[in-house]
């Protein structure tokens, strides 16, 4: 069954309204307008026939060209650290606003590319709006197929810790590296970029693709399924107090400075998903006797610029499980999407665990990412063997040629072991 959260925008909502400069949205519609999959919609849907005519005008006006430069502003600091998800919501919101302005339909919401539909929408291709060329995806191009040439299937990320999804803040560890991405960010969002290819594998140039904008209203969309799952209290401080500025409202006039804070809801700026409330189901297992905790830390071998090699000898992994969390460090290649594969296997050559990282290019602008991923499910609690985790940076399959400029720099991976009888 699919129901809306709320139906009526009333509190926090307004207030979060207010505070960019968008309260006549509270006041002159009550009910939050509702971000549709853009599969969904018949071809004369207002709100794609809003996109159509605000388009042409904002290429032709400026405003455009004005949100490709403020997303290749790297100074922004919106990627490879915890300001992903609430910098790229305040884009969203400002955007919609900006189309709302121009196409006359005041109650405008963003459709969304839902990736459960495998592939493209076909009216990208199809519909003169939405259009461009240079890109490599083919209509029709399955978006399993392409996740299993790269190495993974696509997993959700809802179920993830704080940590984990936003990442790290930039400058937050002690030998004072750049911040980390979390999964969020360097999964489905990145997968994505790389496998719709020209401008939207280009994070400098890929707000121009008007696919970039339904990509990330279903990346925020992901967000609010995660926020359901948790309490306003699980967003730090430090997170909470970050600035946001540099976006522009639909004069072309700087909008309000914004906090990370009053981006927590989507009603706040008037605007809601569908979405299936029927709870999880949770398997509970019988509690075992803990016999010892440790902490454990291992750096990985580098063997080359794109590969590296991390043994985990037996007497750390028996009879124990972990939360385990890596820390991959890497020169991306500038020019062309890549995929780093992370490969645990036991001493007998079993597969433990697989995991996929895309990166997706910003020219000479980062010269440096971090990665953070969760790692929990190497500690399987049975006797492995010790484990091999190998690591490799390769080319896109299907999107480029045989070798990657990708190099990695380093990769730790910290443990919180419990030991059990």
Wanted: proline share 5%; net charge neutral.
């Amino acid at each position: 069954m699919t129901m809306h959260r709320r139906s009526v925008l009333t509190g926090a909502g307004a207030a979060g309204l207010a505070a960019l400069g968008l309260g006549s949205v509270a006041t002159s519609a009550q009910t939050l307008r509702l971000r549709k999959p853009v599969s969904s919609l018949p071809a004369n849907d207002p709100d794609l026939a809003a996109l159509r005519r605000a388009i042409p005008l904002m290429r032709r006006s400026g405003a455009w060209d004005r949100q490709i430069a403020l997303h290749a502003d790297m100074n922004q600091r919106h990627h490879n650290s915890w300001r992903f998800l609430p910098w790229h919501r305040l884009q969203l919101v400002w955007f919609e606003r900006i189309v709302a302005d121009l196409s006359g339909r005041a109650a405008f919401a963003l459709p969304y590319w839902d990736w459960d539909d495998d592939r493209v929408p076909d009216l990208i291709f199809t519909d003169d709006a939405f259009r461009l060329a240079g890109r490599e995806v083919r209509q029709g191009e399955s978006i399993q197929a392409y996740m299993r040439a790269n190495g993974r299937t696509y997993t959700g990320r809802i179920t993830d810790d704080f940590a984990t999804f936003f990442g790290r803040p930039r400058n937050a560890r002690p030998s004072g590296q750049r911040g980390y991405s979390g999964s969020a960010e360097w999964s489905g969002h990145n997968m994505l970029h790389g496998f719709v290819g020209g401008d939207m594998g280009r994070l400098d140039r890929s707000p121009n693709d008007p696919l970039f904008w339904m990509h990330h209203a279903n990346i925020d969309r992901i967000w609010s399924l995660w926020h359901q799952r948790n309490s306003d209290q699980i967003y730090p401080k430090s997170w909470r107090d970050e600035a946001f500025t540099g976006f522009v409202d639909a004069r072309g006039r700087l909008a309000p400075t914004a906090t990370a804070a009053s981006t927590l809801t989507t009603a706040g700026f008037g605007y809601d998903y569908a979405f299936d409330p029927t709870p999880p189901i949770v398997f509970a297992t019988a509690p075992r006797a803990v016999l010892r905790q440790a902490t454990l830390a291992w750096a990985a071998q580098m063997l080359g610029p794109t590969r590296a090699v991390l043994d985990i000898p037996a007497a750390d992994i028996d009879n124990g499980r972990a939360t385990a969390t890596g820390y991959l460090d890497l020169r991306p290649d500038p020019a062309a999407g890549s995929v780093v594969r992370l490969r645990a296997t036991a001493a007998d050559g079993s597969d433990i665990l697989q995991e996929a990282i895309f990166l997706v290019p910003s020219g000479a602008c980062e010269a440096q990412q971090g990665h953070r991923i969760r790692l929990d499910g190497l500690w399987t609690g049975r006797d492995t063997g010790g484990l091999r985790i190998e690591i490799e940076a390769a080319p896109l399959a299907g999107r480029g040629g045989a070798a990657t400029a990708t190099a990695l720099l380093g990769f730790v991976l910290d443990a919180e072991v419990t030991y059990f009888e």
